[in-house]
């Protein structure tokens, strides 16, 4: 079945709307569905990654700087963000166990979905995370600490 018969059957979004979001791509090697679950769960860790470093920032000067400006109420905001993100990239590892195109086509209409509805939060806290870089005055307070 080639691509756009897939796309049919399961009712998908075209091509040109996951080109799109996720960029070029090539489904000859691993066939459509496959190639679309890995490219959206790619996408969506650079975005879960971001989440992680705000909530929980390591010894890295970027993620400690801007995970600063957050209060307790927009970490819990942004948990909820991560937590949702991280399940559906949890999933698409059990997803991609299954030989169920029926089951794959389902998993990336729910998964597209709920990234896309994520998208204006993420930008809102992308804004926020960024405005660190643009203010006059930096929290020093993150370079408090022992380094060696």
Avoid at 18 to 31: A, I, Q, Y
Avoid at 105 to 129: D, R, T, V
Wanted: glycine share 4%; proline share 2%; aromatic share 12%.
């Amino acid at each position: 079945m080639n691509d756009q018969e897939l796309i049919n059957r399961y009712q998908l979004p075209s091509l040109d709307n996951w080109h799109e979001e996720l960029g070029p791509f090539d489904t000859e090697d691993k066939g459509l569905l496959l190639t679309l679950i890995e490219k959206l769960t790619d996408k969506s860790n650079k975005f879960t990654t971001f989440l992680e470093e705000m909530l929980h920032p390591d010894s890295s000067i970027t993620s400690m700087q801007e995970a600063s400006v957050f209060s307790n109420e927009e970490r819990e905001a942004l948990f909820a963000l991560f937590k949702r993100l991280t399940f559906f990239q949890r999933k698409s590892l059990l997803i991609q166990l299954s030989s169920s195109e029926g089951e794959k086509a389902q998993y990336l209409k729910e998964f597209l979905s709920s990234f896309q509805s994520c998208k204006n939060e993420l930008k809102q806290h992308i804004e926020k995370a960024l405005s660190v870089w643009s203010a006059k005055e930096i929290n020093t307070s993150s370079f408090e600490g022992y380094f060696g």
